[in-house]
T-cell receptor
């Protein structure tokens, strides 16, 4: 089956630790995105990548980092510099930069205590 | 800056009736507008995309309108069913800002009452 996978579904970390969230897609999509969703809030864009080895900051990139070494993979690292890391993180992809229909993964709920 | 407003309150609709959700935007003229469905604890699922030169788009029981003068999109679900209960998000493209992203509204929670 084609799609986007995110792992794990739930993640717990202690404050001060970096944590990496996985996002893999087998849709052969060029573009990938990371969003954060907080209760009662819309999706906020963290980082996006239009092609391999290239990515751009979104609206709330501070405290996060990404890499795009392979077309299929776009991992997100939540660093200790992120002041409020507890949230629901969603990864998405689209065919290319001109296609605005996005396909989302199931999400990872990160809790930092 | 661009702003998207969706019904902030939850919408309760009796089964079988038509549900209508509103998306208003300001300070921008998108080339596209999209609607997504999101179930609790899951990622959004794309439903419909409508272009600025399209007044209306339909897909099965779903209908979307796009009024660029009013800066508003309406999303209709006809013959609503309890399974339609979810949060519905609208999203605008930012291509006219030379931006390769879309921005999402906060969503409207829809409850279809049996």
């Amino acid at each position: 089956d084609g799609g986007i996978t995110q792992s794990p579904k739930y993640l717990f970390r202690k404050e001060g630790q970096n944590v990496t969230l996985s996002c893999e897609q087998n849709l052969n999509h060029d573009a990938m995105y990371w969003y954060r969703q907080d209760p009662g809030q819309g999706l906020r864009l963290i980082y996006y990548s239009q092609i391999v080895n290239d990515f751009q900051k979104g609206d709330i990139a501070e405290g996060y980092s990404v890499s795009r070494e392979k077309k299929e993979s776009f991992p997100l690292t939540v660093t200790s510099a992120q002041k409020n890391p507890t949230a629901f993180y969603l990864c998405a992809s689209s065919i290319d930069r001109d296609s605005y229909e996005q396909y989302f993964g199931p999400g990872t709920r990160l809790t930092v205590t | 800056s661009q702003k998207i407003e969706q019904n902030s309150e939850a919408l309760n609709i009796q089964e079988g009736k038509t549900a209508t959700l509103t998306c208003n935007y300001t300070n921008y003229s998108p080339a596209y507008l999209q609607w997504y469905r999101q179930d609790p604890g899951r990622g959004p699922v794309f439903l419909l995309l409508i272009r600025e030169n399209e007044k209306e788009k339909r897909k099965e029981r779903l209908k979307v309108t796009f009024n660029t003068t009013l800066k508003q999109s309406l999303f209709h679900i006809t013959a609503s069913q309890p399974a339609d209960s979810a949060t519905y998000l609208c999203a605008l493209d930012m291509s006219r800002n030379r931006d390769d992203k879309i921005i999402f509204g906060k969503g409207t929670r829809l409850h279809i009452l049996p």
